[in-house]
């Protein structure tokens, strides 16, 4: 059956709308989720920023990371929250294309950002005596501000030519204006535009990772060089917190956007969008404070 173009000026979020019944649960949960994420990367950003001593590149990084956790969550969940307190919400198509954008934005910033502190670790640990020669604050400046540009880059990329594109439905079955369920409501033949994101995932996600692996390779090889099982496992434990946060960000990322399109569910792409969106960016401040005694102490001192 052809389908109809329509000349679109907002989109309807269905949200939840399957368990509607559990919406009053579900917020509570969410909203819970959301403060205790804003205040634990608040937390950590506040007490690396405070303590001289973790004014290094390591710490730098991670503040980064904090300040995109609370901005890709703050894209996603306030819209959220509004869908399960009234149900069925409406956005503008500009605000719609503005959700997408910053999603995508900051999405992208932090998979080259966790390739940016792999490299960090790459350095510390494979060449410890140039460490503070190469990461410099230039550099680490440098590899911040590419992060940014990337996801800038591609933000605006696929935004602008999704929102090009002629829609001929109105109806999101989602909680925020995600790349799949927007896709389905284009007219026509939508194979360049799933295309397109394919390229951007591979360009996103499967660039940095690939580069995280070799810098892991190198640190591997470098570890199991090392003439004590000590010296092995201290080397060791300063890459763990980010391994565990990269296993976690990019096991969702490329469940959610490297499967082929025959098990694209809406129910499972709520489940997994909200496993990156909300559970992920609790999760890496936790990590990161209970993985680092550096981090732990002074958390616990903060607290008391």
């Known amino acids: 059956m052809k389908r109809i173009v329509l000349l679109v000026s907002e989109f309807r979020l269905l949200g939840f709308s399957e ?65 399960l307190m009234v149900g069925t919400v409406s956005i503008s198509k500009t605000g719609c294309a503005m959700q997408m954008f910053f999603f995508l934005f900051f999405g992208v910033a932090e998979c080259f950002l966790l390739s940016a502190m792999s490299f960090d670790r790459y350095v510390a640990i494979c060449y410890p005596l140039h460490y503070t020669i190469i990461m410099n604050s230039r550099v680490c400046k440098s590899l911040v501000a590419g992060t940014y540009i990337c996801g800038t880059a591609v933000g605006l990329v696929h935004t602008s030519i999704t929102f090009s594109l002629p829609f001929c439905g109105l109806a999101i079955n989602h909680f925020f204006c995600e790349i799949q369920p927007l896709l389905e409501l284009l007219c026509g033949n939508t194979s360049p535009s799933e295309i397109q994101v394919i390229v951007v995932a591979v360009f996103a996600i499967v660039g940095p990772f690939l580069l995280i692996i070799y810098s892991y390779i190198c640190i591997i090889s470098t570890i199991l060089k090392m003439s004590s099982a000590e010296s092995q496992q201290k080397a060791f434990s300063t890459c763990s917190s980010h391994l565990l946060v990269v296993t976690l960000f990019y096991g969702t990322a490329s469940s959610m956007y490297l499967r082929p399109k025959s098990s694209y569910s809406a129910s499972v792409d709520k489940l997994l969008s909200l496993s990156y969106t909300v559970v992920t960016p609790l999760l890496n401040p936790i990590i990161y404070s209970l993985r680092n005694e550096e981090m732990k102490g002074l958390c616990i001192l903060t607290i008391n």
């Not at 991670?62 to 894209?75: A, E, G, P």
């Open 19 to 83: 368990v509607s019944h559990l919406s009053p649960l579900l917020f509570v949960v969410l909203f819970s989720l959301y403060i205790l994420t804003l205040m634990a990367n608040t937390v950590i950003a506040l007490i690396i920023n405070s303590d001289n001593t973790l004014h290094t590149p390591m710490y730098f990084f991670l503040t980064q990371l904090s300040c995109l956790d609370i901005c890709y969550l703050s894209v996603i969940v306030p819209k959220i929250l509004e869908n």
